[in-house]
């Protein structure tokens, strides 16, 4: 800075462009760790598998694998809705998303949600919506329940059943699902690269509509913008496919891009993103590859125009992915960070959201500082979550929900600057006087 600029500049905003500076810093200029802490938001809980905060009124919805959804609200736990589901392995109830309008009156999915989970008799998976209360928000009216779709299972298979369910922003009426291959070693029906299957796949639909009349299973429209509506031998509720597990998506909700951890075999686990200006239609390789490699093993013939995954990483580092969110917490910072992490060891990573591709040696790893937070170290991540506000959850599956915070100093800085700003504009106003220069 020059002299002659120094004698311009107020010293109270020098001071504070200092400040402001370097919290721009911690938000912009890459991860540092020294400004995030852990806030514990629930603990008790029975095999956490989501939890996500869909409006700011205090509430986090916590999905538990054996069928209840509870509410953590001001420190106290209390049942938002217990439904019975197959529990065997990596079945359960593995979904929640609330309807874009569940807190907007006069919205066609006001007081809506949906979920997806393992039917107990037969092991499908179903995704049905329910509403709340008219009267009691914290009430489930059981008789509202309508069975969206059902996805046939293989018969005695209980792993690869996915079960993430969202909205994109900005599509208020189209659901997304992720699919698991099914189950079984090497994707033994090929369910994956199958056109005529739901599994392994992404699907999105219409909820606003019923284009099924005649089948109780089936009650959602095909938006006629899906890749694949009118292609013999394609199933039109199709938009991605070549998934093995896809365990946990997101939508960045500044960017709308949607991005999927994809749980491998036994040599690579990926993170997998489709970006918001495409029109769908990816295929993601299982089961002829896994990560960037070729599946071991596999023989099948070549398929043309396989999309390769934006990271991997081997066996060696994890063993399970669990995908995670662009963090869009403007106080945080990790803002325009992907944040995933592996559920077997427990580790968390960080990514620029913006990046094509990466690689865990451009990746930061997170896992220490998240483990010495105030909330205490972080065990198996069975999901991660995000808040009215972008706030970011992470779900240990050994009972507990925590949310990545601010590290308090990094609060008194924003405070701090807050306060001198608020100061000095309200004594120019005042004086009717820009604020003294020195």
Do not use: C
Not at 112 to 117: A, P, Q, S
Not at 203 to 218: E, M
């Amino acid at each position: 800075m020059t002299s002659a600029v120094r004698r311009l500049t107020p010293p109270w905003l020098s001071r504070l462009t200092w400040a402001w500076a370097g919290f721009v810093g911690l938000i912009g200029g890459g991860v540092t760790h020294a400004a995030i802490d852990t806030r514990l938001v629930a603990s008790g809980l029975s095999s956490p598998v989501f939890a996500t905060a869909p409006l700011n009124d205090g509430r986090v919805f916590i999905v538990e694998k054996g069928g209840t959804i509870k509410v953590s609200q001001g420190g106290a736990l209390s049942d938002f809705l217990t439904i019975p589901v197959a529990t065997a392995s990596e079945q359960g109830l593995l979904g929640l998303a609330f309807d874009p309008g569940y807190g907007v009156a006069g919205a066609a999915g006001f007081r809506r949600f949906f979920v997806n989970y393992s039917d107990p008799a037969t092991g499908d998976n179903v995704i049905a919506s329910y509403r709340t209360s008219a009267t009691n928000a914290s009430q489930v009216e059981s008789a509202s329940r309508i069975e969206v779709l059902r996805i046939d299972q293989p018969a005695s298979l209980t792993n690869h059943k996915g079960g993430w369910i969202g909205f994109k922003p900005g599509q208020n009426n189209n659901l997304y699902i992720a699919t698991g291959d099914g189950g079984g070693s090497n994707d033994p029906f090929n369910n994956a690269q199958s056109r005529s299957s739901f599994l392994g796949k992404v699907l999105r639909v219409d909820i606003s509509r019923d284009d099924f009349p005649g089948d109780p299973t089936r009650n959602y429209g095909v938006p006629s913008n899906n890749p694949f509506v009118n292609v013999a031998g394609t199933l039109p509720e199709i938009y991605a496919l070549g998934l093995r597990n896809p365990w946990r998506g997101s939508f960045d909700r500044l960017s709308g891009d949607l991005w999927l951890g994809d749980v491998g075999q036994g040599s690579r686990e990926e993170v997998d993103r489709i970006l918001s200006n495409s029109p769908g239609g990816q295929n993601f390789g299982w089961r002829l590859r896994e990560g960037n490699i070729a599946t071991p093993g596999i023989s099948d013939p070549a398929v043309p125009g396989l999309v390769d995954p934006v990271l991997d990483y081997p066996r060696t580092v994890g063993r399970s992915i669990t995908g995670g969110y662009v963090v869009r917490d403007i106080t945080s910072e990790l803002y325009g960070q992907y944040v995933f992490g592996d559920f077997v060891t427990g580790r968390i990573w960080a990514i620029d959201a913006g990046v094509t591709t990466a690689t865990l040696a451009n990746a930061v790893d997170l896992t220490a500082v998240l483990d010495a937070g105030s909330a205490g170290a972080i065990g198996n991540i069975s999901s991660f979550g995000e808040g009215a506000n972008g706030e970011l959850y992470i779900v240990d599956y050994g009972g507990k929900v925590v949310q990545v915070v601010p590290e308090p100093g990094t609060w008194a800085m924003m405070l701090a600057g807050a306060l001198a700003v608020s100061w000095r504009l309200r004594r120019a106003r005042q004086s009717g006087a820009p604020p003294q220069v020195a």
